[in-house]
């Protein structure tokens, strides 16, 4: 493979090698580099901001093999899209070590905001619009913004994403909770029942369907959610599914750790029973789950105690962004579970595709760009703080062995990982703009 000025300019037996730097991949695989299509870097959060910044997180994500990442624009109640996609632009710019693209949030639909949807898809190359379905009187929006962000997506090519758990519901089974005095981390998961997300799955694809419109639901948790894509899926319909590392290893009895550790682990959706994770695995390998995103959202312990007394306050979220490849990996591959090309397809080519970047990433082809993951199948690493990149001081992989690393990342052709060291440099991912959102069969 040979890579000029950024690109792949060739893949052939042979090439010849002079004025090349060569690059021995003996006993290692070449996959595309990874693309991570759920992040939350800089982002104000549960009142607090998250730990990593564009500058820690995409450097850890890069040193885990991802070479890109879709990240979050959060809009205002009442401000314009415009102004949340350039707040992000100016948070990622100068810090971002790969590059980056952008799903916009919806918080409210006013005429104004749906009028904007069109020209984010059009001019500014936004393809994804996600709608939340939960955190009551914070993101939430009714099921009339959800469907009229539908009809605007299906009209002008975007893809709506959602946030699929009951918000209405869960404001009261939470309000009843701490009124028993029940204030542990282990109530977030058991005021979160997994009916509340299956019920907002379903009710999503039942809405994207009266609308016309294809659908991406984030961060499933469950074997229930991911039966209702599955439903949606044999009716011909463009609903696609993502889950997640931590929804593959970890389950509620984390929530029992002991010194407030459960707190590390409060995430939305929560953790499940530990027999969904099989289930989970069964619908990536058959393609009934299509990609698997991080939703790194990363606090310190310190940021956690926001909720010592109150469950309720804990900021919703972990960092993952490092670890996402190489848990996929461990968890699928080598287990056999799943093969090499599903593999890739989950961690990279259909992110890329769903979110309009294929075949520029995502892809080994001549004429994509020269990111690419030399990954040793055989190193052996442990997970910890201790060791990791993020800025996050706490892990909710801690102590796992995991087996695969990458021993080089190329972006755009410049190497920015040798051996478990960062060496590119930093602050040089590029925006990239997505396409329009083409339905596509994966
Ligand atoms: O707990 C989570 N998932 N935090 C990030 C925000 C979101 O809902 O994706
Ligand atoms: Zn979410
Ligand atoms: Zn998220």
Not at 107 to 125: K, N, Q, S
Not at 136 to 154: C, G, N, P, S, Y
Not at 166 to 174: R, S
Not at 195 to 217: D, F, K, N, S
Request: one cysteine or more; hydrophobic letters at 40%.
């Amino acid at each position: 493979m040979l890579i000029e000025n950024g690109t792949i300019a060739a893949i052939a037996n042979a090439l010849p090698a002079s004025g090349a730097q060569v690059i021995d991949a003996s006993g290692s695989y070449v996959f595309p580099g990874f693309i991570d299509p759920h992040t939350h870097l800089d982002m104000p959060f549960g009142g607090t901001v998250t730990a990593d910044d564009f500058a820690s997180g995409t450097g850890a994500a890069a040193l885990g093999g991802t070479t890109t990442i879709v990240d979050f624009a959060l809009h205002q109640r009442g401000n314009s899209l415009a102004n949340a996609l350039a707040t992000w632009e100016k948070k990622a710019a100068g810090k971002a070590s790969i590059d980056y693209a952008f799903h916009l949030t919806i918080a409210d639909g006013r005429p104004e905001t749906l009028e904007e949807i069109p020209v984010m898809i059009e001019r500014e190359g936004v393809n994804s619009f996600k709608c939340f379905m939960a955190y009551k009187h914070i993101l939430q929006v009714d099921d009339e913004t959800i469907f009229r962000v539908m009809q605007a997506a299906a009209k002008f090519g975007g893809l709506v994403q959602v946030h699929a758990e009951n918000g209405d519901v869960i404001e009261v089974t939470v309000k009843d909770a701490l009124a028993e005095g029940l204030t542990a981390p282990k109530y977030h998961a058991l005021t979160r029942p997994v009916q509340l997300e299956m019920e907002a799955t379903a009710r999503a694809i039942w809405m994207a369907e009266v609308a016309g419109a294809p659908l991406y639901v984030v961060h499933v948790s469950s074997a229930g959610a991911a039966d209702a894509i599955s439903d949606g899926r044999k009716r011909g319909l463009p609903i696609y599914g993502e889950t997640c590392p931590q929804y593959l290893v970890c389950d509620t009895s984390d929530y029992d750790r002991p010194a407030f550790a459960g707190a590390n682990y409060v995430m939305s959706p929560p953790l499940r029973e530990k027999w969904n994770q099989n289930v989970l695995i069964a619908k990536l390998k058959n393609g009934e789950l299509q990609a698997v995103g991080s939703d790194h959202c990363s606090f310190n312990c310190g940021q956690k105690a926001l909720g010592k007394d109150d469950f309720s306050k804990i900021p919703n979220g972990a960092p993952t962004i490092e670890d996402r490849v190489a848990i996929l990996y461990e968890r699928t591959v080598n287990t056999g579970a799943i093969g090499l090309n599903q593999f890739v397809a989950l961690a990279a080519t259909n992110p890329a595709k769903l979110f309009g970047l294929f075949p520029r990433k995502g892809t080994i082809a001549v004429g994509s760009d020269g990111d690419l993951v030399v990954w040793d199948p055989a190193a052996t690493r442990t997970i910890s703080a201790a060791t990791h990149h993020m800025a996050a001081d706490n892990s909710i992989f801690e102590g796992m062995t995991v087996r695969g690393t990458p021993r080089y990342v190329f972006s755009r052709g410049r190497l920015l990982v040798e051996g478990g060291k960062y060496v590119g440099e930093t602050g040089r991912g590029i925006r990239q703009k997505s396409a329009p959102f083409r339905p596509v069969q994966l």
